[in-house]
């Protein structure tokens, strides 16, 4: 028959318990210190490479997206505030602060043309029409950010992916996956048919239909009718392989 440990037993398991909590929450406060301890370098030396590198950053896009890719590792945000060491260091808050009034102006410009939605690389090249008499070359990444700071507008702005290309929304408006699916499948020619989308998706006419129609309605595409096979062509210039901005003339 055992026995049962006795109360002398217990205070000891009990103190040997208390002993190895208190050995792990050291540890952890080790760790936890050289980890701060190894950040704090980090982000000394950070400073160090911009001080250093700062003409690189601001002219060369490429570089500059490096250098964001740098401080995502050690948790800097240079662009989380206007203000401050990088702003003074590098004006990066101020870049992308201006960009990000060009993007909206550029996004306002052609939305009678394309309803709210536009592609990635259109833009980046409105946005570089618009700036050639400025020293700082920018890139696709450039813009991405800029649009990140855009979201204290509401839910204006975002980024819509459509396969390898990327779309800008400047709309509230809500698209589905029904509608992606078309405005993928757009890609091609630029536009799309009733009967395209059927054969295609494998869809109802009538969720073809009404896919496209609030498409339309929301400004999104344009239709063409003037073909003697009759079928209405539903044009979408975001995606359309051969630029309709004429727009860049007034922007």
């Not at 060369?60 to 203000?83: I, T, Y």
């Not at 920018?138 to 507008?153: E, F, P, W």
């Not at 702005?157 to 699916?181: M, Y």
């Not at 009404?210 to 595409?221: I, N, R, S, V």
Request: proline fraction near 3%; hydrophobic fraction near 35%.
């Amino acid at each position: 028959m055992r026995r049962r440990p006795g109360i002398g037993g217990l205070q000891n398991a009990a103190a040997a318990r208390d002993q190895y909590r208190l050995l792990g929450e050291n540890v952890a406060k080790l760790r936890t210190d050289l980890m701060k301890e190894q950040l704090a370098t980090f982000r000394s030396q950070l400073e160090d490479f911009a001080r250093k590198h700062k003409n690189d950053i601001r002219k060369n896009p490429a570089f500059r997206s490096q250098f964001h890719e740098m401080c995502a590792k050690v948790g800097v945000d240079p662009l989380a505030s206007n203000k401050g060491f990088w702003a003074e260091l590098l004006g990066i808050g101020d870049f992308y602060y201006e960009l990000g009034v060009q993007i909206v102006d550029i996004c306002l410009a052609t939305r009678p043309l394309n309803g709210g939605l536009i592609s990635l690389e259109e833009l980046c090249k409105l946005l570089g029409q618009r700036r050639k008499g400025t020293r700082e070359a920018i890139s696709q990444d450039d813009c991405l950010r800029a649009i990140s700071k855009l979201k204290v507008l509401g839910n204006g702005f975002e980024v819509i992916s459509l396969g390898k290309k990327k779309l800008v929304r400047s709309v509230p408006t809500e698209l589905n996956k029904d509608h992606n699916e078309i405005l993928e499948l757009a890609q091609g020619q630029g536009f799309v048919t009733v009967d395209e989308v059927q054969r295609r998706l494998s869809w109802s006419s009538g969720r073809a239909t009404d896919a496209l129609e609030t498409l339309l309605e929301e400004g999104l595409a344009m239709i063409d009718d003037g073909h003697k096979d009759g079928r209405r062509r539903y044009w979408f210039p975001c995606v359309s392989p051969v630029s309709s901005y004429t727009a860049s003339e007034s922007i």
